[in-house]
């Protein structure tokens, strides 16, 4: 399974950016997609899962009210629409994927991992 992950970027405070995740196998049905994010010296931390054929969506109180994960099939990607960005969002964006429908928020479940977007939100 591969995945690529794009649409980082630098952003000023406020700003909206769009990260895309293309997988080299894809479902929104057996599969739950994860976004979680490192800023430098600190643990990766969980941002946002998809599962249930794309009916659940789940966020870190963080990012609540401000990102919205998506999905699409015929695309073979997952969305993470991020506004209002905040500095404290610069960080490093990665998706991952496991195999099943269920819960998402421990890195230490997800198999395999995008490389990687940089996400700089600064003035």
């Known amino acids: 399974v591969q995945l690529q992950a794009s649409g980082g970027g630098l952003v000023q405070p406020g700003g909206s950016l769009r990260l895309s995740c293309v997988g080299s196998?894809?479902?929104?049905?057996?599969?739950?997609w994860g976004w979680f994010r490192q800023a430098p010296g600190k643990e990766r931390e969980w941002v946002s899962y998809i599962r249930n054929s794309g009916r659940s969506t789940y966020y870190a109180d963080s990012v609540k009210g401000r990102f919205t994960m998506s999905g699409d099939n015929a695309k073979k990607t997952v969305y993470l629409e991020m506004h209002s960005l905040k500095p404290e969002d610069t960080a490093v964006y990665y998706c991952a994927v496991r195999l099943g429908s269920t819960v998402g928020t421990k890195a230490a479940d997800y198999p395999y991992w995008g490389q990687g977007t940089q996400v700089t939100v600064s003035s």
């Open positions: 196998v894809f479902s929104l049905v057996r599969y739950t």
